[in-house]
């Protein structure tokens, strides 16, 4: 494409808003553009990307949203999408796209991505990206945000590409969220309660950013039709976040005291006389979980490092998981003795055999906690059966589903180990490799039913870890101390004062008794 041609090319891109034109100039890497439905936001990341684009030759930009119908949806279809903007570009052969692709003539691109499982994301492993944008990002597991996170890079060549005004802005990270959805709490912690609104502290290698985006900061939108629509639509505490920027706002979220920071520790190794146990939830046409856990006796982890944790006595700490999800276990060929309850592909006797294997042999005689559905008889013969039959023994847990979900939001919340302290250690933590926990404990919402809502919700994928938590939160522990050398416990209790007191021969000495 000769200089003329692109000279001679004309696009009506429209204007910032002030809202946009501030983010547009902002010197953070990484930002949250939060707040309102229809403040803008999305409409002014469009419009950001198009301009950096065509300005920064061979900029490479994605977009992720939870699932891909939804980003295509939102970037190539409608008023406001990517053929639209660009309409006279592509006609004028500068940019070509397709549903998922745009291609600039001076080799930046725009690729339109998902995350809604982790194998999905396996592509973008070690490739470099400049800018990363996550649209709807209270909507993705943090997990998959932070390992994303992980790979935005700018080398030195592309960095003396880069026009001065550009080159301490790059590479750049954006949220776009509005204050609803399992991932809601991260982006509340790390950008909305970590400093004031607009202000830029440098964190690592990023200058972090939240930028505030309310409905009347939108000249393009009626806010008085719109405060009225949304608030129609949906119970208060949504309507307070999607129309008052409340990242407060109660919105579903049945454990919100969840934070990554303080409940996942880096795995290490546990001490063999660590109490141990499993708890595990039977999906039936849905998927099984079946999580492994142990009992602190109070220690210190990975100390003297960056990863250094101090885990109370009675702590539980989850180092284990297996999720037969779809994602996992895709379908197999069906064996005709498999029951008609077991999630597809898999027998009673394959899912507690993969327990045991799972399990190290010297452990094999913890028991395993559920709940009562493998007790039931179908036919004449329980899942429990067919387990023992394996040699898993099931044993059944708490039932009283308000207890266990207080119990776990408790060890959560944690304990205060100094009289006045504000600091908290939860009693209940997970390992990094534990990624479904990760997922889902945040993920969980309140139970539908208004007269249930101290519940969290019976059905869905996410029900099946969440259950396995809140049966562990309710196991009566026993605390197991490391093991001591006999021969030194004696020889301390004989040396004890109360095991060597004087007798009155000692006080006078030489005296004759008898």
Request: aromatic share 12%; hydrophobic share 35%.
């Amino acid at each position: 494409m000769s200089e003329k041609r692109k000279n001679e090319s004309r696009v009506s891109i429209p204007e910032f808003h002030p809202k946009q034109s501030f983010f547009y100039e902002s010197e953070a890497t990484q930002l949250l553009l939060g707040g309102d439905t229809r403040g803008g936001k999305t409409a002014g990341f469009k419009l950001a990307l198009i301009r950096w684009c065509a300005l920064i030759p061979g900029l490479q930009c994605d977009i992720f949203r939870l699932h891909e119908d939804d980003v295509v949806g939102s970037y190539m279809r409608g008023d406001f999408s990517f053929p639209v903007l660009l309409n006279q570009w592509v006609k004028d052969k500068l940019v070509t796209m397709n549903q998922t692709e745009v291609k600039f003539w001076n080799g930046s691109y725009i690729s339109l991505e998902h995350c809604s499982t982790d194998s999905a994301m396996s592509k973008h492993q070690g490739i470099p990206k400049h800018i990363r944008a996550f649209d709807e990002a209270g909507q993705i597991p943090e997990r998959r945000m932070r390992w994303l996170t992980g790979w935005m890079v700018l080398n030195e060549e592309m960095k003396a590409k880069l026009p001065p005004e550009y080159r301490d802005k790059f590479p750049k990270v954006i949220y776009l969220s509005n204050p609803i959805g399992p991932s809601k709490l991260f982006l509340r912690k790390t950008f909305v309660k970590a400093r004031p609104k607009f202000e830029i502290e440098q964190k690592g290698a990023w200058k972090l950013q939240y930028i505030p985006f309310r409905v009347e900061d939108n000249p393009s939108e009626d806010a008085e039709t719109t405060r009225l629509r949304v608030a129609d639509a949906v119970d208060e505490a949504t309507a307070r976040a999607l129309l008052n920027e409340d990242w407060d706002a109660q919105t579903g979220n049945y454990f919100n005291t969840w934070d990554s920071d303080k409940h996942v520790v880096k795995d290490f190794v546990i001490p063999d006389f660590w109490l141990r146990f499993r708890t595990f939830d039977y999906g039936s046409y849905e998927p099984w979980a079946c999580l492994w856990w142990a009992v602190s006796p109070g220690v210190v982890i990975h100390e003297g490092t960056a990863h250094e944790r101090y885990l109370p006595r009675g702590c539980l700490v989850c180092y284990r998981e297996w999720y037969g999800c779809k994602a996992e276990h895709p379908k197999i060929e069906t064996d005709k003795n498999i029951t008609r309850l077991a999630p597809e592909g898999w027998s009673n006797a394959d899912i507690a055999g993969g327990i045991i294997e799972r399990t190290e042999e010297r452990f094999d005689g913890q028991p395993t906690f559920t709940d009562k559905f493998p007790f039931i008889k179908l036919g004449g013969r329980s899942i429990a059966h067919d387990f023992e039959d394996e040699g898993l023994k099931l044993t059944e847990g708490e039932l009283d589903r308000k207890n266990r979900g207080a119990q776990t939001t408790s060890k959560l919340n944690g304990t205060k180990l100094i009289a006045g302290s504000t600091e908290s250690f939860p009693m209940l933590v997970f390992f990094e490799s534990c990624k479904y926990c990760q997922d889902y404990m945040p993920m969980i919402e309140r139970h539908p039913n208004e007269g249930r809502l101290w519940d969290y919700q019976e059905d869905g994928e996410a029900t099946h870890i969440v259950d396995c938590v809140t049966l562990a939160s309710v196991v009566h522990n026993i605390v197991y101390d490391a093991p001591k050398n006999a021969t030194e416990v004696i020889n301390k209790a004989l040396n004890h004062p109360k095991n060597n007191r004087r007798s009155i021969k000692d006080l006078i000495p030489g005296l004759q008794i008898g």
